[in-house]
């Protein structure tokens, strides 16, 4: 398993924050790993990404903070995690009591509140899902589409000059679920 992510500043060998290889399953700190736009910038923020699907950035983990965690309670609302600040401790989500579970949860959150909600450029989320379930789930471009939604927030092929790391082992894995682990 990964090790907890750490925040410091600095760059250079031997200063790097590092990332997980989940292909090696090796902690990589020799090289600066660079975000969605290719900044190897950003030491030091602490927001780069955590879970199942890697939810980073203020926005998205403020959200989840907001809606199920301390934020929802201090605003007198229901909160699974009320007394967890993502803002002030982005790190919870993979160290704290309810790790296990954070990490498919913050998952789930994102994917509804970011992916399904996607629309753009006569492209709908929705649409394309009952599009891609009509047609016998025979079409890659639908998997591929949701990548790029997920990695650029944009559908189109080309549509960000930055490559979709895993794009080949995102569709063996969504193919394997649906054949079988579901059996569809």
């Known amino acids: 398993a990964p090790p907890p992510f750490k925040c410091h500043s600095g760059s250079g060998t031997g200063n790097f924050a590092?990332?997980?290889?989940?292909?090696?399953?090796?902690?990589?700190?020799?090289?600066p790993f660079s975000n969605s736009a290719?900044?190897?910038?950003?030491?030091?923020?602490?927001?780069?990404?955590r879970?199942?699907?890697h939810t980073r950035g203020v926005c998205?983990?403020?959200?989840?903070?907001?809606?199920?965690?301390?934020?929802?309670?201090?605003r007198g609302e229901i909160s699974?995690?009320?007394?967890?600040?993502?803002?002030?401790?982005?790190?919870?989500?993979?160290?704290?009591?309810f790790a296990h579970e954070l990490r498919w949860t913050t998952a789930m959150f994102e994917w509804a509140d970011r992916i399904q909600k996607y629309s753009g450029h006569n492209w709908e989320y929705m649409d394309r899902l009952k599009r891609f379930l009509d047609g016998g789930m025979a079409d890659?471009?639908?998997?591929?589409?949701?990548?790029?939604?997920?990695?650029?927030d944009c559908h189109e092929d080309g549509c960000t000059h930055h490559s979709v790391r895993f794009e080949d082992e995102r569709r063996e894995?969504?193919?394997?679920?649906?054949?079988?682990?579901?059996?569809i």
């Open 18 to 31: 590092g990332y997980w290889d989940a292909t090696t399953g090796e902690l990589i700190e020799s090289v």
């Open 38 to 49: 290719g900044r190897t910038d950003v030491e030091g923020c602490c927001w780069w990404g």
């Open 51 to 53: 879970g199942a699907l």
């Open 60 to 74: 998205n983990i403020g959200k989840f903070n907001y809606y199920v965690g301390k934020g929802a309670a201090d």
């Open 80 to 97: 699974f995690y009320p007394d967890i600040d993502f803002c002030q401790n982005p790190e919870a989500t993979c160290a704290s009591d």
């Open 140 to 152: 890659d471009s639908f998997i591929m589409s949701v990548g790029r939604i997920l990695t650029a």
């Open 173 to 183: 894995s969504f193919y394997t679920v649906i054949n079988d682990v579901l059996d």
